[in-house]
């Protein structure tokens, strides 16, 4: 479904709650949302999953939810990669820590891991949000996205979101041998200028009218998306728009961070 389609469909809407699992007894004071995207994991950053380890361990202990809003992976070509490729399966598991504690994860497809599926919701003990989603949470209403449905002004990136998205082609895709599918991934990844060498553009970043758009369409005045890698608190016409950080630990400058939202409302953080 392409995200034209989800937007006449109108604004699809739940309250962020935590899920009562395993008996944890839970405390009276509502704890915060964490949101994260675009870690971009892949086993070749050693230190930017030590970063995410830890943060899922330690900095989102004392959360009610984590949302990934895209962009977990490096890239995603099938969950049977979770048997084929340790990694996955390390990545899920550590994931899998934070229902066991009473933590809630959400996760949002990016357009690198969008064939992320039903098996690896399931290994990493999340349940997938569609995009875009509006949540309610200390009684704001909040869209979230993973940010490349607004990078309209790229009409040739909007093209292969629009076929990539097409289910029988995924399904035809998923059906090639794991390594063929590897092989085609690492060839894509190669030949994208997307991230650390992209030069800045701003054919690669949102444009206003699909800002706007969004905040129209869902009847909010807060947004949450990732994506292009240019954290940031927006003032927009329609409202306020932040944009999640990018992770990278092993290249250079350390870059990184999550946002936070509770009862006082939403905060830019560090990594700790
Ligand atoms: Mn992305």
Known sequence: MSARQDQDAGPRHVEASVPHEHGRTRPHAPRPLLL??????????PRTV??????????????????????????????????????AARIAAILHTLTERG???????????????????????????????????????????????????????????????????????????????????????????EGRSRPPSPLYDVTHESVEALFRWSHTTTMIHGHTHKPARHQEAGGTRWVLPDWDLDHGVRRGGYLRVDAEGIHALPLD
Not at 107 to 120: A, C, E, T, Y
Not at 121 to 139: C, E, Q, R, Y
Not at 163 to 182: D, G, N, T, Y
């Open 36 to 45: 994260i995207s675009d870690l971009h994991l892949s086993a070749s950053i």
């Open 50 to 87: 030590d970063a995410f380890e830890h943060f899922v361990r330690v900095t989102a202990d004392s959360a009610d939810s984590v949302f990934v809003l895209g962009d977990l992976f490096e890239y995603w070509i099938g969950d049977d990669r979770l048997a084929a490729d340790p990694f």
């Open 103 to 193: 933590i809630a994860l959400y996760v949002m497809h990016g357009n690198r891991d969008f064939l992320l599926g039903k098996r690896f919701m399931k290994a990493a003990g999340a349940i997938w949000l569609p995009d875009p989603f509006v949540m309610t949470a200390f009684g704001a209403r909040i869209v979230l996205a993973h940010g490349d449905s607004l990078c309209t002004a790229d009409r040739k990136y909007q093209t292969f979101r629009r076929i990539a998205r097409w289910r029988a082609l995924q399904l035809m895709f998923l059906a090639w041998p794991f390594k063929w599918r590897q092989a085609l991934a690492e060839r894509m990844r190669n030949s994208s200028d």
